[in-house]
C-alpha cells in the first residue's frame, strides 16, 4: 500500500484557474517535500519543510503556494495556472532533514493547463 | 548551479547482461549521490545512495563515485525485464535538505 498519498492522480485545468494538490504521507516522517517533472525536462526541487516550517523553497513563483495543516500534510496550492505548469507534481517525506535521510515518493499528481 | 548530465539516453540489454549507466556532475563539493528508478505512472524507488569515492553495493545494484572526475555509475547485475525503466541519478549539495539536482535519466530496457 503507497505510504504516501496524492490526489488526485490526474486534474486538467483551465488556464487562470486555481488548483490544489493533496499530499499526505503516513510514514511518521518530519519532512515533506515539492518536486516537478515537466516534459523535456529533469525533476526539479520546489519546496522543502520541517516539522510543518517552510526549509527551502526554490521556486521563483508566488503562484504556487504550498500549505501544511497537519505535520503530515503538504498540499500545493497553484494560482493563476499557465500552459507551463503542466507537469507532474511529486510529493516526498523523509524522518528529517538531514544528509542521510532517504526520500520516499508519491506516485505524483500529473496536471495538464489547457 | 550544479548540472546532472546522464548518458546514454536509452540502453537496451539483454536480460542477464550487465548494464552499466553514467552520470556526471558539475559541482566537485557535493556530498551525496543517488540514483533512483522509476516504473511508468509510479514514484521514484531509491536504488543506492553512495557518499565516498569507491563503491557502494545494494544487492544487484552497484554504484561507483570518482568525485575527482566528476563521474557516479550505477552497474546493474543480471538485469530482468522487471528492472525496465527510468533510471534517475540525483545529487545533492553540501547541507541539509534533502535539495536534490536531477539527470534528466536513461531508459533502460530489458529483454528476455
Known amino acids: 500500500d503507497p505510504k504516501i498519498i496524492q490526489k488526485p492522480k490526474y486534474l486538467v485545468a483551465v488556464t487562470g484557474s486555481e488548483k490544489i494538490l493533496i499530499c499526505e504521507q503516513y510514514?511518521?516522517?518530519?519532512?515533506m517535500y515539492w518536486y516537478r517533472q515537466s516534459a523535456k525536462k529533469p525533476l526539479e526541487f520546489m519546496f522543502s519543510?520541517?516539522?510543518?516550517?517552510?526549509?527551502d523553497n526554490q521556486t521563483a513563483s508566488s503562484r504556487f503556494q504550498p500549505q501544511s495543516s497537519k505535520k503530515n500534510h503538504l498540499d500545493l496550492q497553484i494560482t493563476a495556472l499557465k500552459p507551463d505548469d503542466s507537469a507532474t507534481y511529486f510529493c516526498?517525506?523523509?524522518?528529517?532533514?538531514?544528509?542521510?535521510?532517504?526520500?520516499?515518493f508519491g506516485e505524483g499528481s500529473k496536471l495538464t493547463v489547457l | 548551479q550544479q548540472k546532472v548530465q546522464q548518458s546514454p539516453e536509452s540502453l537496451t540489454v539483454s536480460e542477464g547482461a550487465m548494464a552499466s549507466l553514467n552520470c556526471t556532475f558539475s559541482?566537485?563539493?557535493?556530498?551525496?549521490f543517488r540514483w533512483y528508478r522509476q516504473h511508468s505512472g509510479k514514484g521514484l524507488e531509491m536504488l543506492v545512495s553512495?557518499?565516498?569515492?569507491g563503491e557502494k553495493e545494494e544487492g544487484r545494484f552497484t554504484a561507483h563515485l570518482n568525485r575527482a572526475s566528476l563521474h557516479v555509475s550505477l552497474h546493474i547485475r543480471e538485469p530482468q525485464p522487471s528492472d525496465s525503466a527510468v533510471y534517475l541519478c540525483?545529487?545533492?549539495?553540501?547541507?541539509?535538505?534533502?535539495?536534490?539536482?536531477f539527470g534528466q535519466g536513461t531508459v533502460l530496457s530489458v529483454i528476455p
Open positions: 516526498a517525506s523523509s524522518p528529517g532533514t538531514a544528509n542521510t535521510g532517504q526520500l520516499y
Open positions: 510514514l511518521g516522517h518530519n519532512a
Open positions: 519543510y520541517s516539522y510543518q516550517k517552510l526549509m
Open positions: 559541482d566537485g563539493t557535493s556530498d551525496n
Open positions: 553512495i557518499f565516498s569515492d
Open positions: 540525483a545529487v545533492k549539495a553540501t547541507g541539509g535538505n534533502n535539495k536534490l539536482t
